[in-house]
């Protein structure tokens, strides 16, 4: 059974950096992309950033440019999220997506806190 394995949220202080990791088990070869998509309360779901696994190309949501730095390794269905000079707008359950042939797959979320 394929599971999808968010780690890295928490609690940090305006200002602060948090890395989240996402893996999906097993060895999935149709997945093409991954990304991390967020949940803010009252808010619709976002897309933060993305990663086409085979070709490293990335995209970024606005807010996300300059700040947050999304890295993958194809081979292990794995991607990376590094996010610098957190505030609390980004405040959020954070998702991880792999993209591929229906269904894609979904992580359970995991919550990032930007707090003082």
């Known amino acids: 059974q394929v599971k999808v394995v968010e780690s890295g949220g928490g609690l940090v202080q305006p200002g602060g950096s948090l890395t989240l990791s996402c893996v999906v088990s097993?060895?999935?070869?149709?997945?093409?992309?991954m990304a991390w998509h967020r949940q803010a309360p009252g808010k619709q779901r976002e897309l933060v950033a993305y990663y086409i696994l085979r070709v490293a190309a990335t995209q970024y949501e606005e807010s996300a440019k300059g700040r947050f730095t999304i890295s993958g390794d194809g081979a292990r269905n794995m991607i990376t999220l590094q996010m610098n000079n957190l505030n609390p707008e980004d405040t959020a359950v954070y998702f991880c997506?792999?993209?591929?042939?229906?269904?894609?797959?979904w992580g359970q979320g995991t919550q990032v806190t930007v707090s003082s």
């Open positions: 097993g060895d999935d070869r149709t997945i093409t992309s």
């Open positions: 997506h792999a993209r591929r042939p229906s269904p894609d797959y």
